[in-house]
């Protein structure tokens, strides 16, 4: 786990290929050793927690017809702990089953592994037909979210354990920070005057 805390640290403030690489390498040497490991567990008494994992949580987006879709899904609660209960709104990012994503068993292993930056796999009996699909975001009123928890119409269903917390962070991570192409990046230190 030293490692692993070390790399986390490392992580910030910017992401080459390199550390995401050693990203997967130190995942994959931690299954290796350990074994199976518990990356979620009953929901933590009291407060929603980052990485929270709900059940009917409504997500809106466009098909290919330009037509807007209402999806409910379950979904993952990206906001951070500590602004949970202060913040007017909080994001989900939408689950998705397997099985609706691919009939390639070389894509649903490598979303297994956790090898996509965008797609998150938490193997745990509740969830395990599902991924975390990080581009697809739902913003909620934290109000809104409560009340349906009160009438039964949105259940939490997981917390994630340590591990699976740190594997939330690093994908988080890659995904939203990861170094950009070199050429763009040039683009933004030689900007145009125009």
């Known amino acids: ?19 995401i690489d050693s990203a997967k390498k130190a995942i994959n040497t931690y299954n290796n050793i350990y074994g199976p490991h518990i990356f979620a567990m009953k ?20 098909d290919n017809e330009g037509i807007l879709r209402r999806k409910l899904s379950k979904g993952m609660l990206l906001t951070n ?39 998150m796999y938490i193997d745990h009996s509740k969830i395990s037909e599902y991924f975390i699909n990080f581009n697809m975001l739902s913003t909620i009123n934290r109000l809104t979210i409560m009340n349906n928890i009160n009438q039964n119409k949105i259940y939490r269903i997981l917390s994630l354990s340590d591990i699976g917390y740190f594997l939330l ?8 920070m990861r170094y950009e192409d070199k050429n763009i990046h040039n683009k933004r230190i030689f900007p145009s005057c125009e």
């Open 1 to 19: 786990m030293d490692a692993f805390f070390d790399f986390c640290e490392e992580l910030f403030p910017s992401i080459s290929y390199k550390t």
């Open 43 to 62: 929901p933590i008494d009291g407060v929603f927690a980052q990485g929270d994992i709900f059940e009917s949580i409504p997500f809106l987006y466009y």
């Open 81 to 119: 702990t500590c602004d949970n209960e202060r913040k007017d709104n909080l994001i989900f990012a939408s689950m998705w089953l397997l099985e609706d994503y691919s009939t390639n068993i070389n894509d649903i292993e490598s979303i297994k592994n956790n090898i996509f930056y965008d797609f």
């Open 169 to 176: 962070i690093c994908k988080l991570t890659i995904f939203f």
